[in-house]
């Protein structure tokens, strides 16, 4: 027994996932800057290998984003529905 979605909520769901995922890859890039201030403040060198976990959590966390996000569009997409040409 499913009941039909209304058009505009077609892939609501993975594309807030790819928000959710969005916004953790941003706070893993954000640790960069916890870094600096620790080498700023208190001398402590933990910038590179604190830098390079940072960079390569943030681009894992980058592949299931863009994942969930084409699938939220491709679940969207109508193709009874004409594409606009107007861009405005």
Do not use: C
Not at 4 to 19: F, L, N
Not at 24 to 29: V, W
Not at 68 to 78: E, K, P, S, W
Request: glycine share 8%; proline share 6%.
């Amino acid at each position: 027994m499913s009941r039909k979605q209304p058009k505009e909520q077609h892939g609501i769901v993975p594309i807030s996932i790819a928000i959710m995922f969005l916004i953790m890859a941003f706070g893993a890039l954000s640790t960069m800057g916890g870094a600096l201030l620790l080498r700023f403040l208190f001398d402590i060198r933990v910038m590179y290998a604190t830098s390079y976990s940072a960079a390569v959590t943030f681009l894992v966390l980058l592949i299931p984003t863009g994942i969930f996000y084409l699938i939220g569009r491709l679940m969207g997409y109508d193709p009874e529905e004409p594409i606009s040409k107007d861009k405005n």
